[in-house]
């Protein structure tokens, strides 16, 4: 489609092929970086094709390739879809450019229209209904206008039945051109319609190719027409009874559904306003059109022709409502005029064959261009408030059949002269764009089809006018001798050539009767038989004065009488059509065109001229765009203009392009407009704009996400805050019930207290057990460590004296039972220590040194006793304190810890069976460094040896030994203290290297 002048909506459909250029080619032709192959067009196309998108654009045009089978983009949703919506953001389609087109109109109150152009078989029809249809279903609408909008989709089928017939290009080929307006109230309502036909192909209602068909309504009637009517016209049940039906020899098609087709036909007359009478008389006419075909003419002797079985030629007469006798003339004698007089001259059996076809071809023509003007009837709207139209062109397309013949021609000539206007529109459109921007006009290399076209038309020197000449002229004018006046008059025209004025090479294609046309979509050679004769479109004139007294009211009005008061001569078929495509090209050049092209096959490309669009499209500049826009769009690539331009757009972009380095060449600058030359410059900027749109993008992710964790953070400290200030107070309470509680516990204890020697009451018996309690708890803790010491016990409260007596008693004998448990009966000195006290500890804290005390306190200090210790290996005596705590025994010399043994490394403890103080502490070492077995001697050794062994529970290590004891000097290496008793104590290293130990004997020994 070209929308010309209003580029700004092609460009829009720009940007959305941009942004999907990547997923399947490019949506837009212009920017194809390669503009000038057509075998990069071709890849585009098919690339695109394989992903059943049938649509791309060039610029403002909208190509369609034909898929051959139904796809899913044609419902209501994509109706929605489309409509009123911007299309740069939806991939090309058809709704697309007739949404435009409509917005368009409406916005710019003026009319417009749709060229759809492409070879036969391509898909113009099903893109016109395609339209009509959006309309019918997208335009606003009310119970009126509900009428008009279904009469003109009602219009379809009719016309389709009528005008429309198999060929070997396509199973609903159009043979005939039409051009339809809506028309449009100023709300956008659809309020009427009208049709123009252009050139029916009347020939086929009397002869067919093989493998073509002539118009489907014949077959629809033949196959679908109830008995009554069938009854009613005379026709049997069998289109193989018609010769008019059976040329082609393939009357039923597959793709065809005839019966279907004529209750559709049947509905959509109804619709459109047709009742029964009307119907009636037309099908009448559409039978008598079978029935001439049946008519046949025989030969008399002389060789004129005559009529033997005449059942056909009455129901003809029946039918057109014409006498039989006067049918029977018409068809077999020529009325000749001479002077006053009227001469009958008897017809040859072919004459009489070409008199009857051109009756049959006449009446069906003339029946058609009825029905077009009974539709118009019917779609008129007859306010004459003012309204806009759309033009939908759907031509027939481009022809090349292997024979070529006076329609081709006809039918080829319409699509030059639609080349001409869409290069003309394209071309003036870029034109004016560039001299409204003030940007220099480059010419644009590109193949203008006019050269073509003068040769067709051109006054006087045209093929037409030669064939005009030859048809009027006296004297016996044939098809050859129009073939001899084109070689004369064309003789050396580039783009015409014959078998005569070929080269040797070319003649060899040509047949003596062809002339071929080098037209703009390629070369077509026609074949000059008939042209004459169709040009001329004979009928005799008592043929049409016969017509003239029908009954039929449909012929009546077909061969109305002012055509016999008229006295000049017809014009020929050429020429009428002719003039009849410059009234449309008159008409269309009045609207703003959109122009939509149906891609069959490949070497469509060429015969549409596709690239001479591409080539026109992309002649300068690939690209433009406002500068507002452009600057909104890529703002974000330059840091003067971003976030905000503040000054004149046109200076912003100026500014952006300096900072992306774009060279002179690369752009210009228009009025409104930047214009860029090259697609990859565009593709450049835009794949920056990605880049730059994911970074802000996560830029604008982090400040977001920002945003949301201080919320969070926020949320939870209040959250905290209040789970704070609920404990708090939960503690609060908790602390004031606690208090209460303490109050009450204590006024209880006071009055308990004061009525401690009273007699018992609740109070003060609670009280009293809490005393007992309480000292019994203290006790536990704070127990004397020898037998006699009384000093140490605790003095227990009035009520427990008694008890606290007899728990002292126990305590004593425990700790002495410990003692005798271990030695009595086995070591000499223990008899005599029975009577000896144990005391608390032999060191008072005092006497100990500071540091050692800070070292160890933690540990809590249990008893310290003053000790000799003699050294491992000369056995020299020094004094020391032995400290023993909760967790080990410690050996002190003054600040100095000199060992430190914890309970655990604490194997044993030896002594002798004699008399001395001597006890060997075994320790377990593991590392060789460390030191050795401590061999000690202690003034109160069985005190001291109770107490290790009840604090570090050792009561079973502790062992009485005769002897000799042995002990190691540090890990593997072992000596022995040698034990025996004598008048003198002694300790001495002996001469075995053993320490020896001489003690006082004893007496009770
Ligand atoms: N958009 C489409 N989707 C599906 N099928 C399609 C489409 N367009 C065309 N066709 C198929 O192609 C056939 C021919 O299309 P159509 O009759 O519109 O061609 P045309 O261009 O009007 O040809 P002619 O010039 O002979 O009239 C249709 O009958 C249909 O089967
Ligand atoms: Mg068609």
């Known amino acids: 489609m070209i929308k010309k ?4 909506l092609g460009q829009l459909d720009l940007e959305g092929a941009l942004i999907a250029r990547d997923r399947v080619g490019i949506q837009d032709f212009v920017l194809l970086d390669s503009h000038n192959s057509e075998t990069a067009f071709l890849e585009n196309l098919k690339k695109r094709f394989t992903e059943d998108l049938i649509y791309t654009y060039i610029g403002t045009l909208l190509i369609s390739v034909n898929p051959y089978k139904n796809l899913d983009i044609y419902a209501k949703k994509q109706m929605d879809l489309y409509m009123g919506v911007n299309f740069f953001e939806l991939p090309p389609h058809i709704y697309a450019l007739a949404d435009n087109a409509y917005h368009t109109m409406l916005s710019e109150a003026n009319n417009h229209f749709i060229l759809i152009s492409g070879e036969s078989g391509a898909g113009k029809t099903e893109a016109s209904k395609k339209i009509l249809q959006y309309y019918a279903v997208s335009c606003p609408s009310s119970t009126l206008l509900d009428t008009v909008r279904d009469r003109m989709l009602m219009s379809n089928p009719v016309l389709e039945a009528f005008g429309n017939a198999k060929t070997m290009k396509n199973d609903n080929s159009s043979r005939f051109g039409k051009y339809m ?14 049709i123009l036909s252009y050139l029916l192909e009347k020939s086929r209602v009397v002869h067919q190719n093989h493998g073509e068909r002539n118009f489907h309504i014949f077959y629809q009637l033949v196959e679908g027409g109830e008995e009554d009517l069938l009854r009613h016209l005379g026709l049997e049940k069998d289109t193989k009874h018609y010769c008019y039906l059976v040329q082609g020899e393939c009357s039923s098609v597959s793709s065809i559904n005839d019966k279907n087709d004529w209750k559709t036909v049947k509905n959509a007359l109804s619709v459109i306003d047709f009742d029964t009478t009307d119907t009636e008389h037309l099908f009448g006419i559409i039978a008598s059109v079978l029935h001439l075909g049946n008519v046949h003419f025989e ?77 118009n009837e019917s779609l008129e709207n007859k306010d004459s408030n003012r309204k806009t139209v759309i033009g939908l062109l759907d031509i027939y397309g481009f022809e090349v059949f292997t024979v070529n013949s006076f329609e081709q021609f006809c039918i080829n000539y319409c699509n030059e002269k639609l080349q001409q206007l869409f290069i ?52 016996d004018a044939t098809d050859l001798t129009f073939l001899e006046k084109l070689e004369e008059k064309m003789g050396n025209h580039p783009h015409f050539v014959t078998h005569k004025l070929a080269d040797k090479k070319t003649r060899k294609s040509l047949e003596r009767g062809d002339f071929r046309l080098l037209h703009y979509a390629g070369e077509v050679t026609y074949c000059v038989v008939g042209f004459i004769d169709k040009n001329n479109d004979l009928l005799y004139r008592n043929i049409k004065d016969m017509m003239r007294l029908s009954k039929n009211p449909i012929i009546q009005q077909c061969f109305p009488n002012s055509e016999r008061d008229s006295r000049r001569r017809p014009e020929t078929v050429a020429t009428q059509f002719k003039n009849s495509l410059l009234r449309l090209t008159e008409i269309l050049t009045a609207k703003e065109p959109w122009y939509f092209d149906e891609v069959l096959v490949r070497h469509q490309v060429k015969y549409l001229g596709l690239m001479e669009h591409l080539r026109v499209r992309r002649a300068g500049f690939a690209y433009r765009r406002k500068y507002e826009v452009f600057l909104q769009r890529y703002k974000a690539l330059c840091p003067a203009t971003w976030p905000h331009w503040r000054g004149v757009p046109a200076d912003g972009v100026e500014a952006l392009v300096q900072h992306l380095g774009y060279q002179p060449d690369e752009y210009k600058m228009g009025r409104t407009k930047i214009f860029i030359r090259y697609a990859k410059t565009l593709f450049a900027i835009e794949d920056a704009f990605e880049i730059c749109k994911h970074e802000l993008a996560t830029r604008l992710q982090a400040k977001y996400k920002g945003y949301r964790a201080k919320g969070e953070f926020r949320k939870q400290k209040e959250a905290a805050t209040k789970i704070e200030t609920c404990w708090r107070g ?30 018992k009451t609740t109070d003060n018996s609670e009280y009293l057990a809490f005393v007992r309690q309480s000292y019994l708890n203290r006790l536990k803790v704070n127990l004397p460590k020898s037998v006699l010491d009384k000093t140490t016990w605790l003095t227990p409260p009035p009520v427990v004296t008694e008890t606290s007596e007899i728990l002292r008693k126990l305590h004593m004998r425990v700790m002495k039972l ?76 003054d600040a100095k810890i000199k060992q430190r043994v914890d309970y655990v490394s604490l194997k044993g403890v030896s002594v002798s069976n004699l008399g001395d103080s001597i006890m060997i502490l075994h320790i377990a070492v593991n590392d060789p460094k460390q030191k050795g077995d401590l061999v000690l001697q202690c003034d109160h050794l069985y005190e001291a040896l109770t107490k290790l062994a009840m604090i570090a529970k050792k009561e079973n290590n502790i062992q009485v030994l005769n002897g000799s004891i042995k002990f190691e ?3 593997g290496r072992e000596n022995a203290v040698d034990f025996s008793t004598g008048a003198e104590p002694m300790v001495y290293k002996g001469s075995n290297g053993h320490m020896m130990v001489v003690a006082p004997r004893i007496k009770s020994r």
């Not at 002048?5 to 700004?8: F, L, T």
């Not at 939960?730 to 209880?748: H, P, S």
Request: charged share 30%.
């Open 5 to 8: 002048g209003k580029v700004k």
């Open 181 to 194: 307006d809506i028309q449009f109230d100023c709300q956008g309502d659809a309020v009427g319609g009208h």
């Open 299 to 375: 030969g008399d002797s002389k060789g004129y022709a005559f009529l033997n079985s005449n059942a056909a030629l009455r129901w003809v007469s029946k039918l057109l409502g014409v006498h039989v006798q006067v049918l029977h003339e018409a068809l077999t004698f020529r009325k000749i005029e001479a002077k006053s007089e009227q001469v009958l001259s008897p017809f040859t059996v072919d004459h009489a064959i070409y008199a009857r076809d051109a009756l049959a071809k006449a009446i069906y023509d003339r029946a058609f261009n009825w029905l077009v003007n009974k539709i």
């Open 424 to 475: 003309q529109l394209t071309l003036k459109a870029e034109q004016e764009e560039y001299e409204s921007e003030g940007i220099e006009w480059e010419p644009v290399q590109f193949f203008n089809n006019k050269i073509i076209c003068d040769l067709v038309e051109e006054k006087h020197r045209g093929i037409i006018s030669v064939l005009d000449e030859e048809c009027v002229r006296p004297g």
């Open 730 to 759: 939960a503690q609060a309470r908790k602390e004031r019930d606690r208090r209460a509680w303490a109050v009450k516990v204590i006024k209880k204890f006071i009055k308990g207290y004061m009525t401690r020697k009273e007699a």
């Open 818 to 893: 410990v003692t005798s448990a271990i030695f009595k009966g086995k070591k000499d000195s223990y008899p005599a220590s029975v009577a000896a006290p144990f005391v608390d500890t032999r060191i008072n804290e005092q006497d100990i040194n500071m540091k050692v005390l800070q070292t160890i306190r933690h540990e809590r200090i249990k008893y310290s006793v003053p000790v000799v210790k003699y050294d491992r290996n000369g056995f020299k005596p020094r004094e020391r304190q032995l400290i023993l705590t909760q967790a080990a025994v410690y050996l002190v010399e």
């Open 969 to 971: 000097i540090q890990t």
